[in-house]
């Protein structure tokens, strides 16, 4: 069990700085490509755009449950539709 737990720490130890290198990376390359079109970059939220990657996240996430609570619906109401016919 004790070794579970250290497995565990260890991963996320390496893949939560990787997660947020890449948020970040990503929001350096967004903000260079808008300084090349002359427009302004992705500092909506927060200071400088630094919480910009979390809420692209948060919004990704949220989109990606409202589609699977249709999926859902859709396939509770499927059978019902089928003995109909």
């Known amino acids: ?3 579970v737990i250290v497995d ?4 996320f130890l390496i893949i939560l700085p990787v997660l947020l290198s890449v948020a970040y990376l990503t929001l350096f390359e967004r903000k260079i490509l808008a ?3 002359r427009r302004l970059g992705p ?6 755009g ?3 990657p979390l809420a692209d ?3 990704l996430l949220l989109r990606n449950l409202s589609f699977l609570l249709r999926v859902i619906k859709v396939y509770t109401f499927l059978p019902l539709l089928l003995l109909l016919v």
Do not use: D, E, P, S
């Open 1 to 3: 069990m004790n070794r």
């Open 8 to 11: 565990v720490i260890n991963f």
């Open 35 to 37: 300084a090349a079109g």
């Open 43 to 48: 500092n909506v939220v927060g200071l400088f």
């Open 50 to 52: 630094l919480l910009q």
């Open 57 to 59: 996240g948060l919004k």
